[in-house]
């Protein structure tokens, strides 16, 4: 009996395409049918089956830059400080709309307020009834479209701060049902997110890198299994609580999936899984997205997480 491709399955397999082409330069697609009938895309050749290549044409996208609103509260911003968090703001903005595949073209870019320092800001939250986030460096206030934060001593981290808590703004905005480790993870790595002449790029986050690496000597890095199993409650649970590593696992682990297409390709389908409404946990959407399934996950991780990347992660466009 033959298997009908539903238009859902359709799309998430061209958008899957489109960002191997993206990312892989000119790799070729291969595609074939089964014994059963089910169509198989690979950017791999098989001489065993009988293949044929797929012409893909990435569309063009319509993403362009936007205008930040920043308001600042006793404190002053020299030029170039403001156009570096304008600039941020805007690369985490292309990063959604041509890494992952959103359109970025209709998102409504969110005000951002910085206050003169930690005791100004824990007021205003307090005032707000958010008393309990005092101890966060940046908080992304959805009801006002409002990103706060503080200058710290160390302002670059305060610039950090700013493109994590936009890359909440726009996964709260256009995947609302995203799981929270992936949200978290997303804004993790968005502090690292640069732009130079050759496009957006990653390097590692230092201190996730040294958390996880500690909580692997010591054995207390949570299994990818149970990882992708635990609800987004009991994630961020464990994230308040501070006993564990989950953020900055999560944070690595989104590292580890931008790091390679294939996987790249895995994310982008969680992604937009969740973008649909899908509200399954991600593990159980692991053997249908990723190649291998959860056991070749696991074991890609656990390889990875030996060096865990070495050098920048570019995004060729």
């Given amino acids: 009996m033959s298997t009908r491709i539903t238009s859902a399955t359709f799309q998430t397999t061209v958008l899957v395409l489109l960002l191997l082409v993206a990312t892989a330069g000119h790799a070729k697609i291969y595609k074939w049918v089964d014994e059963h009938g089910k169509v198989h895309f690979s950017d791999r050749q098989d001489h065993s089956v009988k293949q044929e290549v797929v012409e893909v044409k990435p569309r063009a996208s319509e993403w362009s830059r936007f205008e930040i609103r920043i308001e600042t509260v006793d404190l002053e911003l020299t030029a170039e400080e403001k156009q570096q968090i304008v600039d941020g703001v805007n690369h985490v903005y292309e990063f959604y709309d041509h890494v992952l595949s959103f359109d970025m073209y209709r998102t409504v870019p969110v005000n951002i307020l910085i206050f003169k320092d930690m005791v100004s800001y824990r007021d205003y939250l307090i005032q707000r009834d958010r008393g309990w986030l005092v101890a966060s460096y940046g908080l992304y206030m959805p009801s006002e479209h409002q990103i706060v934060v503080y200058i710290q001593e160390d302002r670059e981290r305060t610039f950090r701060t700013i493109k994590h808590e936009v890359s909440h703004a726009v996964v709260n905005s256009i995947v609302p049902y995203a799981p929270a480790w992936l949200n978290e993870g997303l804004a993790e790595q968005m502090e690292m997110l640069e732009r130079d002449d050759a496009g957006l790029y990653f390097e590692s986050h230092p201190e996730n890198r040294w958390i996880v690496a500690k909580a692997r000597e010591q054995g207390r890095l949570t299994g990818i299994d149970q990882f992708l199993k635990l609800p987004s409650n009991k994630w961020r649970h464990s994230d308040m609580s501070g006993s564990g590593s989950v953020r900055a696992q999560a944070g690595q682990f ?18 937009h899984n969740f973008n649909r409404g899908d509200r399954t946990l991600s593990y159980y959407l692991v053997d249908d997205n990723y190649i291998g399934g959860v056991n070749m996950l696991g074991l890609d991780w656990r390889r990875w997480l030996h060096a865990q990347g070495e050098g920048s992660v570019r995004f060729a466009f």
Avoid: E
């Avoid at 989104?254 to 992604?271: D, E």
């Fill in 254 to 271: 989104v590292y580890f999936l931008l790091a390679k297409p294939t996987r790249r390709s895995f994310l982008v389908r969680l992604m």
